[in-house]
């Protein structure tokens, strides 16, 4: 069975961080496209960052860029959001999605697989 499970939100002032982390069952991390996007009620899902299977390249939205990091531990089966700088508008639940497919456009592609999702409040 095919699961995505996040972790590490919370409740964090405006400039503290977070790390994210995205964890998988049931399959490799390693060659998946990831992709972080958030969501907050009433606004549309938005792409933040993801990281490419086959290259390991980045992208960010514009928005985060600077403060927030994609990375992999490879070991670990893990794909980690280190998040700084905080803002009250980072303020969301968070989601990690997995595609083994080739995708385009990375941050806004409809991925295959989605966690659960993570809160992160940011106060001010």
């Known amino acids: 069975q095919v699961q995505l499970v996040e972790s590490g939100g919370g409740l964090v002032q405006t400039g503290g961080s977070l790390r994210l982390s995205c964890a998988a069952s049931?399959?490799?991390?390693?060659?998946?496209?990831i992709l972080w996007f958030r969501k907050v009620p009433g606004k549309e899902r938005e792409g933040v960052s993801c990281?490419?299977?086959?290259?390991?390249?980045?992208d960010y939205t514009d928005s985060v860029k600077d403060r927030f990091t994609i990375y992999r531990d490879s070991a670990k089966n893990l794909v980690y959001l280190q998040m700084n700088s905080l803002k009250p508008e980072d303020t969301a639940v968070y989601y990690c999605?997995?595609?083994?497919?080739?995708?385009?456009?990375?941050?806004?592609?409809?991925?295959?697989?989605w966690g659960q999702g993570t809160q992160v409040t940011v106060s001010s």
């Open positions: 999605a997995a595609d083994p497919r080739p995708v385009t456009r990375c941050l806004s592609w409809n991925y295959r697989y």
């Open positions: 990281i490419s299977g086959t290259d390991g390249s980045t």
């Open positions: 049931g399959f490799t991390l390693n060659y998946y496209n």
